[in-house]
């Protein structure tokens, strides 16, 4: 079968982790003797067609190439927040990226369409599917109904889900969101991790000794946004340093909160015990991942209502034999299962990060069979291998009815 999957986010170069998980799933559908193609927005400096790895990657430019700014960096709703202005290109964006899929669909004939996010990318699908007649897959990830407020957001997401021919869910609190705007079948399928790229094996001396550590390594990975809660994280660092002054923090990421925290971080006087690394590419964080004691995921639930519907950086921590300390909010306890896989605290409250933290590094037999669970759960939940086999599974069901 050859299935066009739709995404505003998809790699753009070796490493980056832009869309990584897109990538991962095309692959392991195509692994299944599928024919995948990839529709995706351009940046300023990519190809409007090439190969990646077998599969066939579209990009369709929107506004004026040098200024599109809409896509990649922080993602769409938060590089909108943060630049107002940006709120011009979106009907450009649902323009093109409507007229990409009417014109790669004539070329390519695909049997499927698989949109991940509900908007843009399957809203426009959907539009799509009045004049091609492809039957479309609509994939949920959290963000695009966590985030998205107000009546006319609500009728577009109620519009898409019921012209949608399947629908899937990354987690049960994002099958909630769904079920709370329309009532119908939802599959729950969440992205996966790539278990043989996640090792303890991995562990780096050369990053403890960059990095000046001289004790335990604690780590947070991912963008620096209000919704991941890195100010929480940092404001539990001076409780744990009291008890374990050696402890250092890796703040892996990049972010428009980024030089704001680095200004707490000095404020509290933490300047030696957090350092800012900046972003890594895919190919780099699992040796970071490997190399420290503790992962910290201190997310919230942002001003706009956001959250996270999975997380699949919690994924990649426990694959790599990280101890996992996370906020109990989204689809996070679908992956981080209190006192089984790691440990679970209330969102937006440093004095619970710092006790978790605390507790992991005083007991080291609670930190190992937390280790041992994570990995056997991700390998039993989570592989790509169990993953595309079930997204496989659906589609081959949709021509079987």
């Known amino acids: 079968m050859k299935i066009c999957m739709l995404t505003t986010s998809f790699p753009r170069y070796k490493g980056d982790y832009a869309g990584i998980f897109v990538y991962h799933l095309a692959k392991a559908i195509s692994s299944r003797g599928?024919?995948?193609?990839?529709?995706?927005?351009?940046?300023?400096?990519?190809?409007?067609?090439?190969?990646?790895?077998?599969?066939?990657?579209?990009?369709?430019?929107?506004?004026i190439k040098r200024f599109q700014r809409l896509a990649y960096g922080d993602g769409i709703l938060p590089n909108i927040k943060?630049?107002?202005?940006?709120?011009?290109?979106v009907p450009f964006f649902l323009f093109f990226q409507?007229?990409?899929?009417?014109k790669i669909a004539k070329k390519e004939r695909p049997d499927v369409i698989h949109a991940h996010w509900i908007f843009p990318t399957a809203f426009s699908a959907v539009l799509a599917k009045k004049l091609q007649k492809i039957p479309v897959i609509s994939t949920v990830h959290g963000g695009d109904i966590f985030g998205l407020k107000g009546?006319?957001?609500?009728?577009?997401?109620?519009?898409?889900?019921?012209?949608?021919y399947v629908c899937t869910v990354n987690s049960k609190a994002t099958l909630d969101a769904v079920r709370r705007i329309l009532e119908r079948d939802y599959e729950i399928i969440p992205m996966g991790v790539n278990t043989t790229g996640y090792s303890k094996e991995r562990s780096s001396g050369d990053i403890r000794r960059r990095f000046r550590v001289k004790d335990k390594l604690l780590l947070f990975v991912g963008r620096i946004t209000e919704k991941k809660g890195v100010e929480y994280l940092i404001r539990a660092i001076p409780d744990v340093l009291k008890a374990f002054p050696h402890t250092k923090l890796l703040i892996v990421g990049e972010g428009d909160l980024k030089e704001q925290l680095q200004k707490l971080s000095f404020q509290l006087h933490l300047q030696d015990a957090i350092s800012f690394t900046g972003s890594m590419t895919h190919e780099e964080l699992p040796n970071y991942f490997a190399s420290a004691d503790i992962f910290i995921g201190p997310s919230i639930i942002a001003e706009s209502g956001d959250t996270e519907g999975l997380?699949?950086?919690?994924?990649?921590?426990?694959?790599?034999g990280c101890a996992v300390v996370a906020s109990n909010v989204g689809g996070i306890s679908d992956v981080i299962i209190h006192e089984k896989t790691g440990l679970l605290v209330e969102q937006k409250n440093p004095d619970q990060i710092a006790e978790a933290i605390i507790r992991l590094i005083e007991d080291g037999d609670l930190r190992k069979r937390l280790i041992e669970n994570s990995r056997?759960?991700?390998?039993?939940?989570?592989?790509?291998?169990?993953?595309?086999?079930?997204?496989?599974?659906?589609?081959?069901?949709?021509?079987?009815?």
Do not use: C
């Not at 409507?98 to 009417?102: E, N, V």
């Not at 790509?384 to 009815?401: A, M, P, S, T, V």
């Open 311 to 320: 997380g699949v950086v919690f994924l990649e921590a426990l694959a790599a």
């Open 82 to 89: 943060n630049n107002k202005w940006l709120i011009l290109q």
């Open 34 to 63: 599928n024919d995948v193609l990839v529709i995706a927005p351009n940046d300023s400096r990519l190809l409007s067609y090439e190969k990646i790895d077998g599969i066939g990657v579209y990009r369709f430019n929107y506004f």
């Open 151 to 164: 009546p006319l957001f609500t009728k577009i997401i109620k519009y898409t889900l019921k012209r949608s």
């Open 376 to 401: 056997q759960h991700v390998e039993d939940n989570f592989g790509w291998d169990k993953i595309g086999q079930k997204f496989h599974d659906l589609i081959l069901r949709i021509f079987r009815e």
């Open 98 to 102: 409507f007229m990409a899929i009417l």
